[in-house]
């Protein structure tokens, strides 16, 4: 690209945040020409000269590097996040801390009861309490969120809390593990507005990326804990000691607890490493996805059978269908949204379309289910949770095609999806408050 495409970029970051005001980018704009007619001058190269402008710039005006420290955005953390050695190792020791703080609080409910099963239904329903507060407060602290800002996220930790414990679920009962999944989901999104720094409206897909990052590191981290926990119990059965319940009760959930903090700092610390993977996960796995639901859809044609109603086979679909969804997001915050049409934005038009089509034939096959046997808070959360990946499919198909055919921008897309999210956090609030006394706690 020659300067002034690169400059307009540059200034699109800048006049897309409600922080700045036209003027100071108009000022800021004539220092960054300024060097970079200076570095020219001198010999440099147009990427060269830019990039080595916009890091002095960085260096120099404090707007600027507050801008690549607080929104976390890819190009600027990598051309002027340069933080100094020691305050990068003094950063590192403050997350440990916050980290072994996670690893403590998820074993208070334990120490107060010593008879508490770690995998009991408690942990089921309190597991994303004892450990997203802790998280949320890491992150308050390293944006120095206001104390105002965190009232709204508190109350509705103890909002969670309070539903979580006060209503009579039977143990292991549908209700219950409805419960557990749906609160993790809302405090999780509760946890989005204090990492945003109270920018929710403005950063959404900040956060979609961070959640895409995160999980690809903690699956990182778990796996190798997890060979660690098999070393160490055959290691130590290999001397005749047995350790299978002290790491499962206790190392294991203080481990998980302490990953989650570990991880969201993985994604900051490292943005760079994680920023070139992410372009290569979501090509690689786009189209196997395509080719596997292409697939499916092939042998129910050739076939003749929808989908079973089984209860299984639908949780499986279900589960795909979230998993493709969380594909999508994911290579929506991983692609530039300039760049023209290609290849893989045609897979990922058949991917939507073939998980719509599996949505719609899953619905069949739940509101079979449900006409037959009756409703159940599992075929109701079911119902309700195909229902809204299907207007979100739906219309995410449509402006996809769209911008394939030139008739819409890109940022359509990425814009339906944050918009989106609000809906998801609706109906996970309906399943953890209506439907366990709708459904008698069963």
């Known amino acids: 690209m020659d300067i002034d495409t690169q400059i307009a ?24 020409r300024d060097q970079v007619d200076t570095l020219r001058a001198v010999g440099l190269d147009d990427d060269e000269a830019f990039l080595v402008a916009v890091k002095r710039l960085g260096g120099i005006d404090e707007l600027t590097r507050e801008f690549a420290r607080e929104h976390s955005d890819r190009l600027w953390k990598q051309l002027v996040a340069t933080p100094d050695s020691e305050a990068a190792e003094a950063g590192s020791w403050m997350m440990l801390g916050w980290a072994v703080l996670a690893a403590v609080v998820v074993q208070i409910p334990r120490l107060v009861q010593p008879d508490l099963d770690a995998a009991g239904s408690f942990y089921l329903r309190n597991a994303a309490l004892l450990v997203l507060p802790v998280v949320a407060g890491y992150f308050a602290w390293k944006r120095r969120v206001p104390p105002r800002r965190l009232v709204v996220p508190a109350s509705a930790f103890v909002a969670g809390a309070v539903l979580a414990n006060a209503y009579p679920y039977v143990r292991f009962g549908s209700t219950e593990v409805l419960t557990g999944i749906h609160l993790t989901i809302v405090l999780w999104l509760v946890f989005g507005t204090v990492y945003l720094g109270g920018q929710w409206r403005v950063r959404r897909m900040d956060f979609v990326r961070f959640t895409g990052e995160w999980f690809i590191y903690y699956v990182l981290i778990a796996l190798g804990g997890g060979v660690l926990t098999v070393l160490t119990i055959e290691v130590f059965a290999a001397i005749g000691v047995q350790v299978e319940s002290f790491v499962f009760n206790w190392v294991l ?141 739906a219309w995410s198909a449509w402006l996809s095609i769209g911008f394939l055919r030139g008739h819409r921008p890109f940022g359509d897309l990425e814009r339906w999806q944050t918009a989106y999210l609000p809906v998801y956090l609706i109906w996970a609030i309906l399943v953890v408050a209506v439907l366990p006394p709708v459904f008698g706690f069963s």
């Open 9 to 32: 970029e540059w200034r699109t970051y800048l006049t897309s945040r409600r922080e700045v005001v036209t003027p100071d980018v108009d000022e800021l704009e004539s220092h960054l």
């Open 253 to 393: 959930p203080s481990g998980a607890a302490g990953a989650v903090l570990v991880a969201g700092w993985l994604v900051e610390a490292k943005q760079a490493v994680i920023e070139n993977m992410a372009p290569v996960l979501t090509k690689v796995f786009t189209p196997l996805f395509v080719a596997m639901f292409l697939a499916s859809v092939g042998a129910m044609i050739w076939t003749g059978h929808g989908i079973d109603q089984s209860r299984d086979v639908l949780i499986l679909f279900d589960v795909l269908l979230v998993v493709v969804l969380g594909l999508l997001l994911y290579s929506i915050s991983a692609r530039d949204p300039l760049a023209e049409p290609a290849v893989s934005d045609v897979l990922q038009v058949v991917l939507v379309v073939a998980a719509l089509v599996i949505d719609v034939l899953a619905l069949v096959a739940i509101l079979g289910r449900i006409t037959d046997m009756g409703f159940t808070a599992n075929r109701t959360a079911g119902l309700g949770l195909n229902l809204v990946l299907l207007v979100n499919l």
